[in-house]
């Protein structure tokens, strides 16, 4: 499902323990680490998107986890020019997202990277809560600041201050389309 302008709906999710920290994941067969995220389905809220895409890639289940925060609107990026598939109609420039935080509130052994046919992450580990923004890909880091600014003070409140510290935007003038935010339909 791609919307008239080219972005294709995706939901991002950030999980974090009591202490702050973020599970960050490395993709298969690559060196990049992200956060997990995946597309919409036509018939799907973002929330529901949600639980799926964390079911398929941490195996983790709703009763696992406490939905802490979202983003109000659609945070876009743009790909890259060299990924962006020219054959196929519509053509998708890139993902609008909603991001969501939840609190990991079951054990650790219960993530699990293996539950799909194609797993999309092969090792994870916990990093600072603003750890992800400089280590991110290039073209989803306005993105990354965005969300996180947005959902920091959530994690704030489980956390505290010393885990997650107040953290300057820094937006540069050229974000463009990553810096919009727009509304989205309702996320319950």
């Given at each position: ?172 003038p050229d974000s463009g389309e990553a810096a919009r935010s727009r509304p989205v339909r309702s996320i319950g």
């Amino acid at each position: 499902m791609i919307d008239p302008d080219g972005y294709r709906p995706n939901v991002g999710i950030v999980l974090m323990r009591t202490d702050g920290r973020l599970f960050w994941a490395r993709r298969v067969n690559r060196d990049g680490w992200q956060f997990p995220q995946g597309g919409m389905n036509t018939d799907e809220t973002p929330l529901e998107a949600m639980y799926r895409e964390l079911r398929e890639e941490t195996g983790l289940l709703p009763e696992h986890v406490e939905v802490l925060g979202a983003t109000p609107g659609w945070l876009r990026y743009r790909l890259p020019r060299r990924c962006v598939r020219r054959g196929s109609r519509p053509t998708c420039i890139g993902q609008k997202q909603v991001w969501f935080l939840l609190k990991m509130t079951c054990a650790e052994s219960d993530l699990r990277l293996d539950l799909t046919d194609k797993p999309e992450f092969d090792a994870w580990r916990w990093v600072d809560f603003w750890y992800p923004v400089e280590n991110v890909v290039q073209f989803k880091r306005e993105v990354y600041i965005r969300a996180l600014h947005h959902l920091s003070s959530f994690a704030r409140m489980i956390a505290g201050e010393e885990a997650v510290p107040n953290q300057k935007l820094h937006i540069g003038p050229d974000s463009g389309e990553a810096a919009r935010s727009r509304p989205v339909r309702s996320i319950g």
